[in-house]
């Protein structure tokens, strides 16, 4: 028990509320309150659940939601039409497609579709080059949220050694181009990656986002460093029950980590208030806004 919780729904409860603080200054200055429209096709389960929770933030945050539920049989035109209105609709500051989507949608379509100025996830391409090149734009919520609670514990990150592990488009290489951005020294690692418990062990900061429950074990941590889990696996739990673990074997891990985040209550928080976060934002800046300080 050597390591120091990372509470990210403490943290994430905080900038929820610099956000609402936040919203009526904006509302008075453009006459309407800044918009986040989700769209779910289909009935996932799991998304349905993240999309409930978004849904009941943005009410909390002050912000207007525009919820679209399609059929799970919604064609890749249909969707993009969709898109297209949202787009138009001045209401909206943010679109959010909800994935994974139906294997008849083409997600690089629909995400090439939104506009860049309302791609509050951070997935367009516009927006991954803007954050590669260093410009302001979207950065996606998730790896937003990581750093955040890095930056919380840590202080400056400059000349840290940082490996993340995954490449996803979503998670893996933004969080490395925000890393190296912040003066770290980053290696991404991933499932081709010759002797990856070696590479982790260099690590002050470790970023675990493959999506395989518990895999990275305690020999791979040096002693002290800081661990970010961003996994959220659903195991069975005996019983015929389940439980959520992350891609860290937190029980073990927490014996040599000097500071760890938990799953759930960790990293998972950190990207519904983060999307809050980036919602305002596109908002100011839609209305030609400065952005609250301090987010
Ligand atoms: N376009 C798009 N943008 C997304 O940001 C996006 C998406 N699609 N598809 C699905 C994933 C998943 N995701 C999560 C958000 C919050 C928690 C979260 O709040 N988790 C809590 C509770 C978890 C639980 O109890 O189920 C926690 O970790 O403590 C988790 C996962 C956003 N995603």
Same mark, same amino acid.
């Given at each position: 028990m050597g390591a120091a919780l990372i509470d990210g729904k403490a943290f994430a409860a905080g900038l929820r509320g610099r956000v609402a603080d936040a919203v009526p200054a904006f509302a008075a200055a453009a006459g309407r309150a800044p918009g !986040?429209? @989700?769209? $779910? @096709?289909?009935?996932?389960p799991a998304s349905a659940v993240y999309v409930r929770s978004k849904g009941r933030a943005v009410e909390e945050a002050g912000m207007a939601g525009f919820e679209h539920r399609l059929p799970a049989d919604t064609t890749q035109a249909d969707l993009l039409a969709l898109v297209a209105t949202l787009n138009a609709d001045p209401a909206v500051d943010g679109i959010l497609v909800q994935l994974p989507l139906p294997p008849q949608i083409a997600e690089d379509a629909v995400i090439a579709a939104i506009d860049p100025d309302k791609d509050v996830d951070g997935f367009h391409v516009v927006n991954a080059g803007r954050l590669a090149t260093g410009q302001a734009g979207f950065v996606p919520c998730t790896p937003l949220g990581c750093l955040m609670l890095l930056q919380d514990r840590l202080g400056s990150l400059k000349g840290l050694e940082a490996v993340v592990i995954g490449r996803s488009n979503i998670v893996g290489k933004p969080m490395a181009a925000m890393l190296t951005q912040a003066d770290c020294t980053v290696t991404i690692a991933h499932s081709r990656t010759r002797d990856l418990p070696g590479i982790v062990r260099r690590a002050d900061i470790v970023v675990a986002a493959v999506g395989r429950a518990e895999m990275v074990r305690a020999e791979w941590i040096k002693p002290g460093a800081t661990v970010i889990d961003v996994g959220i696996n659903r195991i069975d739990a005996g019983a015929g029950k389940t439980k959520l673990v992350g891609d860290v074997a937190y029980s073990e891990v927490v014996d040599v980590a000097g500071a760890i985040t938990p799953v759930p209550g960790g990293v998972g928080p950190m990207t519904i208030a =983060? !999307? $809050?976060?980036?919602? $305002? @934002?596109?908002? =100011?800046?839609r209305a030609g806004l400065a952005a609250p300080e301090g987010l």
């Open positions: !986040l429209a @989700v769209v $779910l @096709v289909g009935e996932d =983060c !999307l $809050l976060r980036n919602t $305002l @934002v596109a908002a =100011c800046r």
